[in-house]
Each structure stands twice: as C-alpha cells, then as structure tokens.
C-alpha cells in the first residue's frame, strides 16, 4: 500500500488525501459501531422483515463527514449513483439504498440515547492503551457555529412599573428576599450560580445543559462584538496528543464558564489517564468554583487571572507573590505537593538592605493554595513554567479550526438542537477515529524504518 511506503509521519491533511477506500479502512477500523447498532436495529425477530443495512447506514453518516457531503439528499445520491462508495461503506451489491427517510427515523433513534458517548469513551480508551495518549495537560476551551434555525423576530419588552421611591420597610424588605429565594431556586440549573454545579451529579449535568439555538455574543481579536444564531461546542483536549477527551454541545448564549464543570467531572469519571496533571483556560474560566473543582481531581489549575473592581494587594505584587518592605518581590522556590504549600525566599536585592535583620524582613514566606485557589497556584503564577504551561492552550484553538475545516462543525443541517447534538457527536467521533487511523499508521511506518 503507498501509505506503508511513505517516508515522512502521517498527518490528518495526508489522510485525507488518500485514496477514498483506504481513508474509510482506516477510520472505520477504530470505531465499534455496536452501541449505536443495538439502538437503531430491530429488537426482535417477529413482524416485518429488515430490509435496510444499518451498520453500512451508520458507516455512511460517518463517510459524509469525512466526505464534507452536505445533505443526506446528497447522500443518498452518492449511494446511488457511486456503487465504490457504496461498497465502501458496507452495502451489499443485492442491498437497497435507504431514503432520506429511513437516515431521518435512524438519527431520531440515536438522539433519544448516548450512544455516540459510549463509541466515543471507548475509542478513547482504545487509543490509550494503545500508547498513543500520555497527556499529562488537558486544554479547555469553546467556538461558535451557526444554526440551521431562522432566527426568531425580537420581541418587544413591556415597560417596567415605576419603582416606588425611598428605602422599603422592614416588612416589604423581608417578604422582597422571600420571593427572590424562591426565583432563584426555582432557575433552570444553568440559569444558577456555577458554583450550584458542584454537587450535581455528571449525568444530570449532562441532560439539563441547554441546548436550542440561541443569539451568542462574543469580541474578536479586534475587540468588536461577533454575533450569531446557534451553538456553542465546549472542548477539552489533550494538549500533546490533541484527542478530544470530553465535548458539550450548548445554546449560543451559555457563559463558557459555566461549561467547564461539566467537562472537567466528565474527565475525572470517564478518562482513566493517571499522567493528567495540568487543566489550561483562559480568563473567560476564572471562577472560584472552577478552581474548586479541579482542586477535588487532584490537578493544577492553569488560568489565566481575571481582575474584577479589585484593589490592589497590599504586600504582595501583581502575581500574588509576596514582597518585603521595600516592595521587592520574594522569589519562588518549590511546592509541597504534602502540604499543597508555596515556598518563597527573601529576594535578592535584600542581601545588602539595612532591613534584613529586622523581624519585618522574612526570609521564607510559605502559603497554602488552598488559601485562595485563584490566586495561588503551582507552579505559581508569574512564573516562566506557569507561562509555558498556559502556551499549551493553542492545541484546543487548533482542534476548533480541524473541526470547522475538514469535519462539517459548521454545516449544520438540522433545526433542533437534539438533532444538532448528533451532528456534533459524529464530528467529534470522526475526528478521533481520524486522530486514531493516524496513529496507528505513523505506529506502522516506525516499526517498518525499525525493521
């Protein structure tokens, strides 16, 4: 075969640059289709007898992502009209083409189920076991596509009734905190404060997360204000391996942060990868609870800091470290993973101050994370490893643009959001299964050049 004779490492561009019947082997080889199987296929062995090839129906949504074919009209007019591709997704010669119809009623099975979770959680194991993900920084991060959706016309809002003027009673104040208690328990559970997210279980999180087409705003590189009509995809990746380990499909108007707890639970119960250490964000990220959050896994939090009508720190410098009197900033020294304790040492300008035997003037300064999570962390902020850490977010950055380039994120076809999900789920189980095919033929061509 020309891919085993290559010279140079396999990247996702050479796969798809390969013969059609080759890129399909390939992919279809690391996806067990089995869980979405025993949802779309007959249940039993009495009434009407199957006529349609459900496993080559499933093959062929995954080939029209790779393919970029747009419709499923498309679809079954390539099925039709190329008996190759045809026979590359798994039809039999004697098997008769579905309609859009039966495609439609198939997706509507596998939207009432996760299905395409379960594919994906065990292609993700399947790829670390066989060694090709040994990550020790997962990155978190989300972009935008748009919806198949017409946006709804504005709606006008009723003007509000004039307040009444002055401070309220002792009475009107009491029975005011009573009613806003009870709007506010009684807020969907994304409506609430993040910080509600931490006791909730994974799946509930899961099924509550909003997911219809929605007005999203957002500020570009140049600081301007984008607009759509649709979704959110939340991704956490690899930073090394670039595998998509947990992804969330939500409204356009859903705070990014308010995706992260989700992602990161997702993480710690389904990824078994002992060697994770780091979680990388940006500012969008910087809530208390996050930090929270990845403290229980055992992990570092990466974030960059979001200053918020803060004053100034007062004996301590922009990156929390400490300083001495005369405002010189200690220098860090190690962490007690034990103890969860920073060290810092007198700074060096303090070697020849007349204040460096004065009781005022430490010479160890140890703080506990836990202290304040957003401020502290390891390595500590303002440092160059916590730098080269946080310069690891752009493998997230890149998957976005893969999935927008070569996987359909943003051809959309569908006018639900349930129905949007499955689109979404195959883009990401193609998008691994890609990540796995690559793999293992750059495995392949090693142990040949070994050979």
């Given at each position: 075969?020309?891919?085993?004779?290559?010279?140079?490492?396999?990247?996702?561009?050479?796969?798809?640059?390969?013969?059609?019947?080759?890129?399909f082997?390939?992919?279809?080889?690391?996806?067990?289709?089995?869980?979405?199987?025993?949802?779309?296929?007959?249940?039993?062995?009495?009434?009407r007898p199957?006529?349609?090839?459900?496993?080559?129906m499933?093959?062929?949504?995954?080939?029209?992502?790779?393919?970029?074919?747009p419709?499923?009209?498309?679809?079954?007019k390539?099925?039709k009209?190329?008996?190759?591709?045809r026979?590359?997704?798994?039809?039999?010669?004697?098997?008769?083409?579905?309609?859009?119809?039966?495609?439609?009623?198939?997706?509507?099975?596998i939207?009432?189920?996760?299905?395409?979770e379960?594919?994906?959680?065990?292609?993700?194991?399947?790829?670390?076991?066989?060694?090709?993900?040994?990550?020790?920084?997962?990155?978190?991060d989300?972009t935008?596509?748009?919806?198949?959706?017409?946006a709804?016309?504005?709606?006008?809002?009723?003007?509000?009734?004039?307040?009444?003027?002055?401070?309220?009673?002792?009475?009107?104040?009491?029975?005011?905190?009573?009613?806003?208690?009870?709007?506010?328990?009684?807020?969907?559970l994304?409506?609430?404060?993040?910080?509600?997210?931490?006791?909730?279980?994974?799946?509930?999180?899961?099924?509550?997360?909003?997911?219809?087409?929605?007005?999203?705003?957002?500020?570009?590189?140049?600081?301007?204000?984008?607009?759509?009509f649709?979704?959110?995809?939340?991704?956490?990746?690899?930073?090394?391996?670039?595998?998509?380990?947990?992804?969330?499909?939500?409204?356009?108007?859903?705070?990014?942060?308010?995706?992260?707890?989700?992602?990161?639970?997702?993480?710690?119960?389904?990824v078994r990868?002992?060697?994770?250490?780091?979680?990388?964000?940006?500012?969008?990220?910087?809530?208390?609870?996050?930090?929270?959050?990845?403290?229980?896994?055992?992990?570092?939090?990466?974030?960059?800091?979001?200053?918020?009508?803060?004053?100034?720190?007062?004996g301590?410098?922009?990156?929390f470290?400490?300083?001495?009197?005369?405002?010189?900033s200690?220098?860090?020294?190690?962490?007690?993973?034990?103890?969860?304790?920073?060290?810092?040492?007198?700074?060096?300008e303090?070697?020849?101050?007349?204040?460096?035997?004065?009781?005022?003037c430490?010479k160890?300064?140890?703080?506990?994370?836990?202290?304040?999570?957003?401020?502290?962390?390891?390595?500590?902020?303002?440092?160059?490893?916590?730098?080269?850490?946080?310069k690891?977010?752009?493998?997230?950055?890149?998957?976005?643009?893969?999935?927008?380039?070569?996987?359909?994120?943003?051809?959309?076809?569908?006018?639900?959001?349930?129905?949007?999900k499955?689109?979404?789920?195959?883009?990401?189980?193609?998008?691994?299964?890609?990540?796995?095919a690559?793999?293992?033929?750059?495995?392949k061509?090693?142990?040949?050049?070994?050979?």
């Open positions: 075969m020309p891919i085993i004779r290559q010279e140079s490492l396999f990247n996702i561009q050479e796969l798809y640059d390969l013969e059609p019947t080759q890129r082997e390939a992919i279809f080889s690391t996806i067990d289709i089995d869980p979405i199987l025993a949802v779309v296929a007959k249940k039993s062995r009495f009434g199957v006529e349609l090839n459900y496993a080559a499933i093959y062929s949504l995954i080939a029209r992502i790779t393919e970029r074919i419709f499923i009209k498309d679809l079954v390539r099925l009209n190329d008996i190759v591709f026979l590359d997704c798994g039809f039999l010669v004697s098997d008769s083409v579905p309609s859009e119809a039966a495609f439609s009623r198939m997706i509507s099975l939207k009432e189920s996760n299905a395409l379960k594919v994906q959680e065990t292609l993700l194991q399947q790829a670390i076991s066989e060694g090709f993900i040994s990550d020790d920084t997962i990155v978190i989300s935008h596509f748009e919806s198949r959706n017409q709804p016309p504005k709606e006008e809002k009723p003007k509000d009734e004039p307040k009444k003027r002055g401070r309220k009673s002792k009475k009107e104040r009491e029975q005011w905190l009573i009613e806003k208690a009870e709007q506010e328990a009684n807020l969907p994304f409506e609430k404060k993040i910080e509600d997210q931490l006791d909730v279980p994974l799946a509930e999180l899961r099924a509550k997360i909003p997911q219809d087409p929605q007005w999203g705003i957002k500020k570009n590189s140049e600081g301007k204000n984008v607009f759509w649709g979704y959110k995809a939340h991704l956490a990746v690899g930073a090394t391996s670039q595998y998509i380990f947990q992804s969330l499909l939500s409204s356009g108007n859903l705070n990014d942060g308010k995706a992260a707890i989700p992602l990161l639970k997702g993480i710690h119960e389904l990868l002992p060697s994770l250490r780091y979680d990388v964000l940006d500012a969008g990220y910087d809530y208390e609870p996050i930090y929270i959050q990845i403290h229980r896994m055992g992990h570092q939090a990466v974030i960059a800091y979001n200053k918020r009508n803060e004053s100034e720190p007062i301590f410098d922009k990156h470290a400490p300083t001495c009197v005369r405002e010189h200690y220098r860090y020294d190690s962490f007690d993973e034990k103890y969860e304790t920073l060290k810092y040492t007198r700074p060096k303090c070697k020849d101050c007349p204040l460096a035997h004065d009781e005022l430490q160890v300064y140890k703080v506990k994370i836990t202290t304040n999570l957003r401020k502290y962390t390891a390595p500590a902020r303002g440092l160059k490893a916590w730098k080269d850490i946080y690891r977010r752009t493998a997230v950055e890149r998957v976005n643009a893969y999935l927008k380039e070569f996987f359909q994120l943003n051809n959309v076809r569908y006018r639900t959001g349930k129905r949007a499955v689109h979404f789920d195959f883009v990401t189980l193609v998008y691994n299964a890609s990540k796995l690559v793999d293992r033929i750059n495995a061509l090693n142990q040949q050049k070994a050979a």
